[in-house]
């Protein structure tokens, strides 16, 4: 998320997904089974698609004969066989309830339960589940690792790509019904954003053809900052409720998108699928596409840009400039706050010496900055409660865990973000306070980072920041959930993870954990030796406690046990997912 990599999880993506190519085959995006007109946006007759595939769409090559074991694939069987053999790993899990508050409970004991990222491109163009047996095969280890489930990102780009109010859920079926079948559960993403340009973004889905065929007649609809420049990632906040595309608003997009969902897998909600992770913005975050890695416009660690310049955030405003009795505020935003790569010193708007964000037109930029961003989560989340109200899934946001420049006065890279956050303003607790008045799931990201480990001439601060987040949820007592926001198999960032969920602040933290942490990311190197034992160890550590009776060298006996167990088939799942 934050910092800008080689390309880690490549060799996951199978055949790269373009907007103009297919998975497998070189076609084009398919059409939906079901055709659909859109009429009017006020009706609730939306057309939805669920493809069935028959046996031999089920069915891919074989994977190549892997190196291990004498040159023979590892036969699934097998792997069945050994599992049964062994202590039931998964019995506990089927057990836990996922709480608001407290994170998951068994029968009475703390923990936090585990969950993994999918591949970005788990479903093809062709709504088909992406290389179906080492999908098969990863979630069976991942069950048996004790895991409580996995996360998918739900494309809305994959989903209602073709034409407005038409759905097709085909591939997601699928790999639902996958996911019950090993007795995972899910955590959901509504993904309203595009996936590429991003660090992770391994294969490349646009947002839909007919929001982008709006975008290019009017190109204010996307982000844009001082110097033109518009970002495609995701539809600018300013307009979410005018009728801009094809006679709905985004919100209202959104919110068909996410009804349709819900009225298409209502027999899996609350029992596979406990989470609505809402998108809200690129990357999935809460937050403005401020630092921007396609094209190398932006590069770690710069402070990023202001994306306030589209037409609709400029009327905004001046509205709000114009109310506040100072109308020449509301001409444009701030000019003087450098480029995407400097740093705060290079600026007059972010130094810390007479800054302009700590005078009076700051404070007034920074606060309507910071609260069109809050409004446009309030929006969302209103709509998705009302949705998914009584169907017992949980509701979460995820905020970008920006940790660079943390130790300056003016944390400049929040502030382009959205979050008023400074040295003397708290900008996360008005976050927590809005997530909280919808009861919804606070999810940060950068827990396996240390200080030490980042640039310190860039005051890089991810623990300290990590704590500040905790401290704001649990003033306005919202649920924490985290992510790592970087691939990391070694033990060190396993244990600053187990440390960072168990949430010990300060004194007040009584028995409060992490509501559930979600491991990035399912790709062949979790399921590498050294990796995968290191992780079994890692799961069974989050799932005890931080209360629990059992020494860590227990807990590291018994994950011994279960990688052995399971070592045919993380054979099976690591050489599937290479080819």
């Avoid at 991942?142 to 085909?170: H, T």
């Avoid at 060190?492 to 949430?503: G, R, T, V």
Wanted: charged share 20%.
């Amino acid at each position: 998320m934050a910092m800008s990599l080689p390309h880690q999880i490549g060799s996951i993506s199978g055949a790269s997904l373009s907007a103009d190519s297919g998975a497998s085959s070189g076609e084009g995006p398919s059409s939906a089974a079901v055709s659909a007109v859109w009429r009017a946006p006020a009706t609730a007759n939306l057309r939805v698609s669920v493809r069935k595939t028959s046996d031999s769409d089920r069915v891919s090559p074989s994977p190549p004969l892997s190196p291990v074991r004498g040159g023979g694939r590892p036969d699934l069987s097998v792997a069945a066989q050994a599992l049964m053999s062994a202590p039931p790993a998964t019995e506990e899990a089927q057990d836990r309830e996922y709480v608001v508050g407290g994170g998951a409970q068994d029968k009475g004991k703390k923990g936090v339960p585990v969950y993994v990222m999918m591949p970005l491109d788990s479903v093809t163009w062709n709504h088909t589940v992406n290389r179906k047996k080492a999908m098969n095969a990863s979630l069976q280890a991942l069950k048996s690792a004790g895991v409580e489930g996995i996360m998918m990102d739900v494309w809305w780009g994959l989903v209602e790509g073709e034409r407005p109010g038409e759905y097709n859920w085909g591939g997601y079926s699928e790999l639902l019904e996958m996911a019950k079948k090993h007795g995972l559960k899910v955590q959901a993403v509504m993904s309203f954003h595009q996936c590429g340009g991003n660090v992770g973004d391994s294969c490349t889905i646009p947002l839909p053809k007919w929001a982008l065929e709006e975008i290019n007649k009017d190109p204010d609809l996307a982000y844009t900052d001082q110097w033109g420049r518009r970002n495609h990632e995701y539809i600018s906040l300013g307009c979410d409720n005018l009728p801009v595309l094809k006679g709905r608003s985004p919100v209202q997009c959104y919110s068909d998108f996410m009804r349709s969902f819900r009225d298409t897998f209502h027999h899996h909600l609350g029992h596979t699928i406990v989470e609505i992770q809402v998108g809200m913005g690129p990357a999935g975050e809460l937050r403005f596409p401020s630092y921007p890695e396609q094209n190398g416009t932006w590069r770690f660690p710069g402070i990023g840009a202001f994306q306030c310049f589209d037409k609709y955030m400029l009327s905004s405003l001046r509205a709000a400039a114009e109310a506040y009795g100072k109308p020449e505020w509301g001409h444009t935003g701030p000019t003087d706050a450098g480029e995407y790569n400097n740093w705060p010193e290079d600026t007059n708007f972010f130094k810390k010496e007479g800054g302009g964000w700590n005078s009076a037109y700051g404070e007034f930029f920074l606060s309507w900055y910071s609260q069109m961003l809050i409004s446009h989560g309030e929006r969302i989340l209103e709509s998705a409660k009302n949705i998914f109200d009584d169907t017992g899934v949980k509701i979460s946001v995820k905020i970008a865990g920006i940790h660079w420049h943390y130790g300056s006065r003016s944390h400049a890279p929040e502030l382009t973000a959205g979050y008023y956050n400074t040295r003397f303003r708290d900008g996360y607790l008005p976050i927590a306070q809005m997530l909280g008045r919808h009861g919804a799931i606070f999810n940060f990201t950068c827990l396996e980072m240390r200080d030490h480990e980042q640039p310190q001439d860039a005051l890089c601060a991810p623990e300290k920041l990590v704590r500040q987040v905790a401290l704001a949820t649990q003033e306005a007592q919202v649920p924490l959930a985290g992510e790592n926001a970087l691939p990391r198999y070694d033990e060190s960032a396993h244990e600053k993870i187990l440390s960072a969920s168990a949430l010990d602040v300060d004194k007040k933290s009584g028995d409060r954990e992490m509501c559930a942490f979600t491991y990035l990311r399912m790709n062949p190197d979790l399921f590498q030796p050294d990796n995968w034992r290191r992780f079994v160890g890692f799961v069974k550590k989050m799932r005890e406690g931080k209360d629990t009776q059992k020494c860590w060298e227990e807990v590291e006996r018994e994950a011994e046990h279960f990688v052995h167990v399971t070592q045919p088939l993380v054979q099976e799942a690591a050489v599937a997912l290479m080819h």
